[in-house]
């Protein structure tokens, strides 16, 4: 779909996220003016979308409303949605990609029926045994990315080193860094420190056989400090590591609010700092940071946060836009293909640009 | 050695950490105004500790010297600090809390090294498979406690219910909450997340049989908000956490420094605040939180962070000579023969207090 002189279709789950499908049109809107030519297909309940796009005029003329019967709820396990969900707006916007009606699909609903989903339809990598979730991230020098952030509770070793692969492609494009560096997080630097699941993924990746700057381990403090441009790790401890870096993000600046509003001194004070107080929390905001993809399928799938609103939604929109745009799926087959030859990986379709 | 009229000694490698020996005898002399009964086993290298004395004549007044032929370097290996460093100012330290001369001891040496001789020296208790690393930390809500922070890479179920026990008597104690509420930390709060460990961890501790209001699993987000007194979790997921909330103050508190310095009305603006900020940083001053207890062994062992300075030493000090006046471990082994019945633990010795 994204050949010169079409334009680029994302297929949207319009029905997921706790303010879905408002924050989902809404969203839409905000992205137009920076995206005039993308078009999106809107899988949902088409009575609810179809009136809330006659609030939107401009969102109308960029999509096309496609019925799903049923949703995904928030506590379906992923066996039951699997089972269960085939007419959902989830499975159908997938389903759009598989397809090739679409070059991305954006959801923010239940994290693991996606994953399940998407498996499901669309398949993994010749190469890659599980997709992980990538995200891009701030550290104190900058955006870096990182992967697995939940999708997989349990990683071998060997999964550990495809994520390497995977996310060092995606920092290449994502961040335009010719050469990202790489490492993986652990509790200490020294080779000798972490479980053997870490030691065994460093070995390989220190080996040179990978065309990768993997610089060994990282620790918590030195991947906030911009390390590395990649941090890669397993869906337990990224997941943990992701929520503990928004949750102490959070308690700072609830404290800070509370110190301005501590005494009058303070509230003077802060009518000369707020611009730059008002930067820093933007800098801050984890709707500017929304979206992390599902990497290693044949197509790309983005997952929004659930609790997001319009903005969010957006950006998370805007980074499959970018990805499907500069072919990220592409890229990475070729990676794979020359870091695990082996049997040819298939021929990338227009759904795994 | 706590027994009334005695005073309370406690023993120091001082030789462990960057800033050895002077942080250690500078860190002792900002506590003697706070603590003028307490007495110290000062372990290392004599002459070296003789001289550094005589410029802080009300710390000589408050210890003993004992001299140590050798020294724990960063770089040991346990094996090789357990074989090769039986004459070092640690093993020497832990060896004094053993024998009954002090009521705890405090390092900022090597973890795995401290973790290793103070296994072998002083051994679990009983019912304890594996000591763990606990400290206190600071949320939205206040102060609560984590472990394991970093004593072990991978633990079983029933290692995650032992901490469970020892962490809400650490909260009780260290943070005067009558009845603690004790989480396990997880990538999200359905019972059905998660690996089989904490699964099954949380399946124990919701059965009821054990004495602990138990609300199942947290996440990072809901732990820095302050869910609960007492977050469960294995010692390499607790340890990049730890990195990753210490790394992210860092981060916050480089960019107000920057946001601040951005621009005139910004400096003068942070003339009005800057004792709100100041107190800020106090708040997430590593140094106030400095000092994990390795609980479960028969003694009080308090890890310092190795590249703390004398106000971060004496903070770990400090906190030694709460956890020994306090009676924590033998209010922790009552405890575990309540929880887990069985052949009657040891009695415990002076040093055990």
């Not at 899988?43 to 999509?63: I, M, Q, S």
């Not at 496609?66 to 969900?85: F, I, M």
């Not at 400090?225 to 790790?233: E, L």
């Not at 301005?260 to 003077?268: E, G, I, Q, T, Y």
Request: proline letters at 4%; a neutral charge; charged letters at 20%.
């Amino acid at each position: 779909m994204s050949t010169a002189g079409q334009p680029l279709v994302i297929a949207l789950d319009a029905m997921g996220g706790d303010q879905a499908p408002d924050m989902v049109i809404a969203g839409i809107d905000l992205l137009r003016g920076r995206h005039p030519d993308v078009r999106f297909l809107l899988f949902g309940d088409e009575p609810t979308l179809t009136g809330l796009l006659a609030k939107y005029p401009r969102v109308a003329d960029a999509v096309t409303v496609r019925h799903a019967a049923s949703v995904v709820l928030g506590e379906d396990k992923p066996s039951t949605a699997l089972r269960q969900r085939r007419d959902s707006s989830m499975r159908l916007a997938i389903e759009a990609v598989h397809k090739g009606d679409a070059a991305g699909v954006v959801s923010a609903g239940n994290t693991g029926a996606l994953m399940a989903m998407a498996k499901v339809v669309l398949r993994t990598m010749a190469g890659i045994d599980r997709p992980a979730i990538c995200s891009k991230l701030v550290s104190q020098r900058g955006p870096y990315v990182m992967l697995d952030l939940g999708a997989n509770i349990e990683c071998s070793a060997e999964n550990l080193v495809q994520f390497a692969v995977m996310g060092e492609v995606f920092a290449r494009l994502l961040l335009g860094i010719e050469r990202p560096s790489v490492g993986i997080l652990n509790v200490g630097v020294e080779e000798l420190k972490g479980n053997e699941r870490v030691q065994a993924a460093a070995a390989r990746l220190r080996d040179g056989t990978l065309p990768i700057d993997f610089r060994g381990f990282v620790e918590g403090t030195e991947m906030m400090a911009g390390a590395v441009d990649v941090v890669v790790t397993d869906g337990f401890t990224g997941n943990v590591a992701l929520k503990v870096l928004e949750g102490t993000v959070k308690m700072y600046s609830q404290f800070l609010r509370q110190a301005f509003a501590s005494s009058w001194l303070n509230r003077v004070g802060y009518l000369f700092v707020r611009g730059a107080i008002g930067a820093l929390r933007r800098k801050f905001d984890p709707r500017l940071y929304n979206g992390g993809m599902l990497v290693g399928l044949n197509g790309i799938v983005v997952k929004s946060h659930g609790g997001t609103d319009a903005l969010g939604f957006s950006t998370a929109v805007e980074f499959a836009i970018g990805l499907a745009a500069q072919g990220y799926n592409r890229q990475v087959m070729e990676e794979l293909s020359r870091a695990f030859p082996g049997p040819p990986a298939k021929p990338a379709t227009a759904a795994g640009a």
